[in-house]
């Protein structure tokens, strides 16, 4: 949607070299002071609702994004949203990686905290999980 990659959670550093969150005058140099006061509309979830691109996690801010499933609500949001799409195309294309897959024995770690988004520490009660299968691009290696 928006011609966006589906997910991204932070502009803040745009660098999946660095956390993925961190100071919010970085985020407002690129896309101006109001993108914390611009509307969502979220839909294609169980409960569609309103929300702001802007969060906290652990005394950081950072910005939420989903093309496939947020679109503006109000004017602040229709304003933004060619600035968002632009800065987005640029972050994505600046930082790129592409691998080729030459054997069929070859591994690529993600580290998910940089690249993508950061989750809460799975409790000592938690169950205990394993990552069985990836599927990379839309074809598997055969």
Known sequence: MYG???????LSTLNPSR???GDPRKSDNLLGDS??????RVTRVRRPHLCSMS???RDNVGIRWDGLTMSPYGGI???LLPKLVRVLAEAFHRDGFEHEWTSPDEILVIDNWRVLHA???IPASGVERELERVLVGDTLYA
């Not at 966006?4 to 932070?10: A, E, F, H, Y």
């Not at 993108?35 to 969502?40: K, L, M």
């Open 4 to 10: 966006l990659t589906q997910r991204t959670v932070n």
């Open 77 to 79: 949001a229709e304003a």
């Open 19 to 21: 956390r993925t969150t």
């Open 35 to 40: 993108w914390r006061r611009a509307v969502w």
């Open 55 to 57: 969060f906290d996690y």
């Open 119 to 121: 989750r809460p520490a």
